[in-house]
Structure formats: structure tokens, C-alpha cells
């Protein structure tokens, strides 16, 4: 992918920021809600090379910064054109993660638990959960571990599309198995790609419940 490197937000023109922080002038390697991607920048004759290991957007402003090292003491300057190379095995795995945690929403719906609000999600391999307004009880919490893990692994063998689209305030939508809420992830092409998901642990969470995952088949 071809983009610019741009001044820091708030100059118009002169130096980068210090060398590990790389503003392009759109996003490439998108942040947020889950592990960011990593992946490499560099000059079209491969002559200059920049490791991206996180990004991040500074308040205020419309780039996205590329943190990272170069491999030699080459730099690029402001306004050289640079190919973006994401780590394609990370994006797809984080993907998988992320969609894991949307699928547990139509899972929930699907086997009748519709009281169940999404609260929050934290879609990162060092233990991924969703966590839920409201409560499952103690002692029916098996038996729904047992109609989630099923339902789940219906949903993935259905091989739904996900769908991702804005809203008419301009919110980006993700359904993905049937149930839709706003999010900003990267994501999967149909259920099927998640391969596979096994929940489990259902326990309170002061007033939420957390629904714990782990995915299966891994790639990474």
C-alpha cells in the first residue's frame, strides 16, 4: 500500500518527530479494542526499513503514529512516499479473536438470553472475555457453558458473512452471526473463518458476568 509520511500534528513542515514515532497520512495498521498490527514500512527501492511493533493515535489528531526502529541509521522524510506491509499471520489471528468475542453476543441471543447486555470486550490473547450487564446464576451456569460452546460451534459451521457498515450517524457497524453493535476492529469474512472457539468460564465480575474464550486451531 502506497502512503505519505506527514508532519507531527500542530507543524507544517521540518523533521519528523523522534525517530521511533512515524505519522502517515491515513491509518494502515489500525489500533484499538485489540492488539494493534505490526508489520514493516519501507522505502519503494527497499533501501530504508521502519519495524512498526504499535500505533497509536495522538489526541486531537487525524493521523495515526507508526512507533517502531529502524533497521539501519536511514530515515525517511516528510513527504516521501513508503510501502506499508502489514503481518498478515498477526492480523488474521487478532481478527479471529476479535469476531470470537462478537459471535458470543448472537450465541447469548440465540439460546434465549436476550437480558444479557454487551458491556465490554477484551479481544487479546493473554486471555480474551466479554463481559456482560446483568447475571447468569450459579447453578445454571454449566448447562449454559454447555448451550454456548454449541451454539457457537453452529454458528462457525453455518459460515455467516459478517457484516460491517455505518450506521446512519456514521457509526461502524459489525453483525457478525446475526447480532450487530459498533465497533472499530478488524474482523473476519464469515464465522467459518473463526475455525473454532471454546468458552470456557462464566463467573460475576462484580456487576457484569464474564464470559472467558479461548480460540481454537490457532495460527499464531
Known amino acids: 500500500m502506497r502512503v ?11 523533521p519528523l518527530p523522534i525517530p521511533h514515532h512515524l505519522p502517515l497520512e ?3 495498521l489500525p489500533p484499538g479494542g485489540q492488539p494493534a498490527d505490526s508489520g514493516v514500512i519501507s522505502s519503494f527501492d527497499g533501501s530504508i526499513k521502519f519495524e512498526v511493533s504499535h500505533v497509536q493515535k495522538p489526541k486531537g489528531c487525524k493521523y495515526i503514529e507508526h512507533l517502531g526502529t529502524y533497521v539501519d541509521d536511514k530515515r525517511f522524510a516528510v513527504g516521501d512516499e513508503v510501502r506499508v506491509e502489514i503481518d498478515a499471520v498477526k492480523r488474521r489471528f487478532h481478527a479471529r479473536l476479535h469476531s470470537a468475542g462478537h ?3 448472537s450465541a447469548f441471543t440465540n ?28 447453578e445454571k451456569r454449566d448447562d449454559v457453558l454447555r ?10 459451521q453455518e459460515a455467516i458473512p459478517v457484516i460491517v457498515a455505518k450506521n446512519e450517524k456514521g457509526d461502524r457497524m459489525v453483525n457478525v452471526g446475526g447480532t450487530e453493535c459498533a465497533c472499530g476492529g ?13 468458552i470456557t468460564r462464566i463467573k460475576k465480575s ?8 479461548l480460540l481454537t486451531h490457532c495460527d499464531e
Do not use: W
Open 103 to 105: 459471535l458470543l453476543d
Open 186 to 198: 478488524t474482523h473476519v469474512k464469515n464465522t467459518a473463518d473463526i475455525v473454532g472457539i471454546t
Open 4 to 14: 505519505q509520511i506527514i508532519p507531527p500534528c500542530g507543524l507544517n513542515h521540518s
Open 147 to 156: 448451550q454456548l460452546n454449541k451454539e457457537a460451534e453452529r454458528l462457525i
Open 111 to 138: 439460546i434465549g438470553m436476550m437480558d444479557l447486555i454487551p458491556s465490554k470486550g477484551y479481544h487479546f490473547p493473554d486471555g480474551p472475555y466479554v463481559e456482560y450487564i446483568g447475571n447468569v446464576a450459579a
Open 206 to 213: 462484580k456487576k457484569n458476568v464474564r464470559i472467558s474464550y
Open 26 to 28: 491515513r491509518e494502515r
